[in-house]
């Protein structure tokens, strides 16, 4: 079993940064594809980027590409996401998960442990 706990969200205002921390339970995290998911109000849930089990490969949505970077710290079981550039449409609440496909997946159902979510709020 794994357990992911966020943490990092908040408020800021457009332009702004935040860097989101994801930590995760287990000994078996370096076998683990990470990605992070949004989800506004009265919409579905969306990926954002993903990086694989040995953070050679990242993969990012076209609304963050330039923007947002995904890295992780094996050592210390560790998976973040920096965002710069803010705007008020990545407003949501945000939603570490893991899963063990071999391939790192883009789609929330492929993930199978997820975090309890962190409010990220960008005022204009």
């Known amino acids: 079993q794994v357990q992911l706990v966020e943490f990092g969200g908040g408020l800021v205002q457009t332009g702004g940064s935040l860097r989101l921390s994801c930590a995760a339970s287990?000994?078996?995290?370096?076998?683990?594809?990470m990605g992070w998911f949004r989800q506004a109000p009265e919409k579905e849930r969306e990926f954002v980027a993903a990086?694989?089990?040995?953070?050679?490969?990242?993969y990012n949505t076209d609304s963050v590409k330039g923007r947002f970077t995904i890295s992780r710290d094996n050592a210390k079981n560790t998976v973040y996401l920096q965002m710069n550039s803010l705007k008020p449409d990545d407003t949501g609440v945000y939603y570490c998960?893991?899963?063990?496909?071999?391939?790192?997946?883009?789609?929330?159902?492929?993930?199978?442990?997820w975090g309890q979510g962190t409010q990220v709020t960008v005022s204009s």
């Open positions: 287990g000994r078996d995290f370096s076998t683990l594809g």
């Open positions: 998960a893991a899963t063990r496909s071999v391939v790192t997946p883009i789609t929330p159902n492929r993930y199978a442990y």
């Open positions: 990086i694989n089990k040995i953070g050679l490969n990242t």
